[in-house]
């Protein structure tokens, strides 16, 4: 299984919860390609316990099939992770990483909850 990570921005109490999602896919050896700006941000800040390709933007989906998209933050993230996949049909599953999310539907403390049953294919797509 191939996943893209999208976020705009880092902050420091969410740091843990992204840790986690990458240990998460790292143990069920799910490949993943992040987001090039977050990416230089999580910089010293994430452990990577294997390696992670970079994903610049719409064309990446032309190039490589991709199984989700996992947003980290709120719907805005959502709807911008939106333009990227476009027309390619690849599902986005939104962690909230906020207070409320409509749309990032996922609480951080379900992540690993949530990855298990994408694994699993037990999700619906709206």
């Known amino acids: 299984m191939r996943v893209v990570i999208y976020s705009k921005i880092l902050k420091v109490q969410d740091i843990p919860f992204v840790q ?8 069920r050896n ?18 990577f316990q ?3 390709g970079k994903f610049e933007g719409y064309l990446d989906f032309k190039a490589r099939e991709f199984d ?15 333009t990227f996949v476009k ?3 690849v599902p986005i599953l939104g962690i ?13 403390i379900k992540i690993e909850e949530a990855i ?3 694994i699993e294919g037990r999700y619906v797509l709206d």
Do not use: Q, W
């Open 68 to 82: 989700f998209v996992i947003t980290l933050g709120g719907d805005g993230t959502i709807l911008a992770a939106a």
């Open 20 to 27: 986690a999602l990458f240990d998460i896919l790292h143990d």
């Open 96 to 108: 909230n990483l906020g207070r409320l999310g409509f749309l990032a539907s996922i609480e951080k």
């Open 50 to 52: 294997s390696n992670v």
């Open 30 to 47: 799910i490949a993943a390609y992040v987001y090039e700006p977050y990416l230089d941000e999580m910089e010293g800040k994430i452990n």
């Open 87 to 89: 027309d390619c049909g």
């Open 116 to 118: 298990d049953l994408l």
